[in-house]
């Protein structure tokens, strides 16, 4: 049985038989290379990510004010948190506003892409472009927008709002306790409904058109191919944008404070980060601050388990 | 009854008589009327700020959009605003003129985009390529630390800027997100694709690892560094809440930040910071409109298996 060597055979018997001072080097560079890519990870998340992550749970059981000065509290910062109407208010704010992009937003994204999937190529990259357009422009920019647009009397927003009701052109949306948050949905439904419809859209493209005209040619209704066909497609796309969405929503901030320039009359648009960012860098307080961060933390991952399994129980009942 | 109600109206009543007539007629009617609908309530507040920003401040609150044709003069419609807007404004830092801060968000949003680029590769490459003790945990930890939101460690990395003496420095910016969990995972994802053979051919031939890395996989993932670069690009841009603490100088604020105090400022004299909006949201719209194809490939490469 005669054995034939192949080269790298013979170049690892020969490096096996006399390890020189070069093959050793040689080997020790290869060795080396995958970890001396994944360098700058390494030192970026050592300093910037896990040191602070321990320093968050340090601090979050110390009495801060300002960079440098502590005190040792235990949970005395997670108690006074928990019991601070503030946050309170905080919670519900953040909680309304999550659970309207839920059954606003992602529906009508979802709509949308519908109504985009099946149209010409040429048509829908215009369409497409036209509805995602806010996204280019950030929550920043679109904050600013719509403190013009909101404006009582001249403002395009209630201007439009008359127009089409008769009622509305005084509205306040921006000083009025209770119309400050239906104010930051409405602009973050503009903001974010193409974000999500984008999304949509790779699902439905992905539907098999084989399948859907097999159910067509079967005497499946509208209904019945869409409840069947269309839907176990985009079921994995939808958890993701659902899941995505709410952690988003959690974690609102820039667009309520620019918008209402703080946090709106008695707080009314105060969102648990404004909470923290007000904590942290108008109080000095970085230990209060990093305590609500862990409780944002438990809130998302919790919440984002609940949605996950949903999804799988839903998925095997179809 | 006015004339959007009226128009609104008959829109509403033709599909009914075209889904009588010929059912398929109706839902191609329907998709047409809400997609045109839905783009016209989407563009609207652009059109809206494109006019406002060059109506003069006297006719501002005057007219929805543009004044009628016969009161359209250079007293109604000018550039006032943005020469306004140009013109250098006395700060506590000496005067510091509107480009300034352009040129500020021009510089931190494309030197960001290109070291987290290249970062993120090399370790996306690091993961894609090699088989090497610690790599499963190495990926597994990035894939934990994406479900930590960022604003946790908002408040420790305060002080560590404060202590590290980089407070009102660009490098406060750019440096904690150079090399991100997020992006080297989008770099793997893409990378494990290019052949084995390609590469084990580059050794061969006596190409070092870098080499083999930049040269001969990295043409291979460009509509992958296309969306991220745009993705990058935009986070920067439009962040406002990193630079908004880490910054003090005026003469070193970005955009989002000084069109943030302006809203107090010409609170009288809006169209100036329309203007200013009107001004920022062109560089973003030039590069989306330069990478649209790659931008929403790679946008959904992470949710949509293909």
Redesign the interface.
């Known amino acids: 049985m005669s054995q034939v060597q192949t080269p790298q055979a013979v170049a690892s018997g020969v490096l096996a038989a006399k390890p020189s001072a070069g093959a050793r080097r040689y080997k020790f560079r290869k060795a080396i290379t995958p970890y001396s890519f994944l360098l700058p990870y390494f030192l970026v998340t050592f300093v910037f990510f896990l040191y602070p992550l321990l320093y968050a749970t340090i601090l979050s059981f110390h009495m801060t004010s300002g960079p440098g000065v502590r005190r040792f509290v235990g949970l005395d910062n997670f108690a006074f948190v928990l019991a601070d109407p503030d946050f309170h208010r905080a919670l519900y704010n953040t909680a309304f506003f999550a659970v309207c992009s839920l059954l606003i937003q992602l529906p009508l994204s979802f709509g949308l892409a519908m109504l985009l999937n099946s149209g010409k190529s040429r048509l829908k990259g215009f369409f497409r472009l036209a509805i995602f357009a806010p996204n280019l422009v950030g929550q920043v920019f679109v904050a600013i927008l719509f403190t013009m647009l909101f404006t009582p009397r001249y403002g395009l927003f209630n201007r439009i709002v008359h127009i089409l009701t008769g009622f509305g052109l005084e509205q306040r949306w921006l000083t009025d306790p209770r119309w400050v948050m239906p104010a930051v949905v409405i602009a973050a439904l503009w903001l974010y409904v193409g974000f999500n419809m984008i999304y949509f859209l790779a699902a439905l493209q992905n539907v098999s058109r084989d399948l859907v005209e097999a159910a067509w040619i079967d005497g499946a209704g509208p209904w019945g191919v869409f409840w069947n066909v269309t839907r176990p497609a985009v079921t994995p796309v939808a958890t993701f944008v659902v899941v995505v969405s709410s952690i988003g929503s959690f974690q609102l901030f820039e667009l309520p404070y620019v918008l209402l320039q703080g946090y709106g009359p008695k707080n009314s648009g105060l969102t648990i980060v404004g909470y923290l960012y007000s904590n942290a860098f108008e109080n000095g307080d970085l230990g209060t601050a990093a305590a609500v961060g862990w409780l944002l933390t438990l809130i998302i991952l919790t919440i984002s388990l609940i949605q996950i399994k949903l999804s799988g129980t839903m998925e095997n009942d179809g | 009854m006015?004339a959007?109600?009226i128009v609104?109206l008959i829109i509403a009543t033709v599909f009914p008589i075209m889904w009588l007539v010929r059912r398929k007629w109706g839902w191609t009617y329907a998709?047409w009327a809400?997609?045109i609908l839905?783009?016209i309530?989407?563009?609207?507040?652009?059109v809206?700020?494109f006019c406002?920003a060059f109506k003069d401040k006297t006719v501002l609150?005057e007219y929805?959009f543009l004044p009628s044709i016969d009161r359209l003069s250079p007293e109604t419609v000018n550039l006032d605003n943005f020469i306004e807007l140009f013109s250098a404004k006395q700060t506590v830092s000496g005067k510091v003129s509107f480009w300034r801060y352009f040129a500020n968000s021009l510089f931190l949003a494309s030197t960001t985009t290109f070291i987290s680029m290249v970062?993120c590769s090399?370790?996306g490459?690091?993961?894609a390529k090699?088989r090497?003790r610690g790599?499963h945990a190495?990926l597994g930890f990035m894939l934990a630390?994406l479900?930590?939101?960022?604003?946790?460690?908002?408040?420790?990395?305060?002080?560590?800027i404060?202590?590290l003496g980089w407070m009102d420095k660009y490098r406060a910016l750019i440096?904690?997100?150079?090399?991100s969990?997020f992006g080297?995972f989008l770099f793997r994802q893409a990378l494990l694709n290019v052949p084995a053979d390609l590469i084990e051919a580059g050794r061969i031939d006596g190409c070092s690892?870098f080499r083999i890395?930049l040269q001969l996989a990295m043409p291979l993932v460009r509509p992958m560094t296309g969306a991220f670069c745009l993705i990058t690009f935009?986070a920067q841009?439009?962040?406002?809440?990193a630079p908004n603490?880490f910054l003090q100088s005026q003469e070193k604020l970005t955009l989002?930040v000084v069109?943030?105090q302006y809203?107090?400022e010409y609170a009288q004299q809006?169209g100036v910071?329309?203007a200013g909006?009107l001004v920022?949201?062109i560089p973003?719209?030039i590069l989306?409109l330069a990478l649209?194809r790659e931008f929403?490939s790679g946008?959904?490469s992470g949710?949509?298996?293909?």
Do not use: C, D
């Not at chain 2, 949710?303 to 293909?306: D, F, Y």
């Open positions: 006015n959007l109600q609104l998709r809400g997609l839905a783009a309530i989407m563009t609207l507040p652009f809206w700020l406002a609150n929805m970062f090399m370790g490459y690091a993961l090699y090497f790599r190495i630390s479900t930590i939101p960022g604003v946790v460690l908002l408040a420790p990395n305060f002080e560590i404060y202590q440096v904690p997100g150079a090399a969990a080297i690892e890395y935009l841009w439009n962040s406002f809440l603490i989002p069109l943030n809203i107090g809006y910071f329309l909006t920022a949201i973003p719209a989306f649209q929403i946008l959904t949710a949509v298996k293909q």
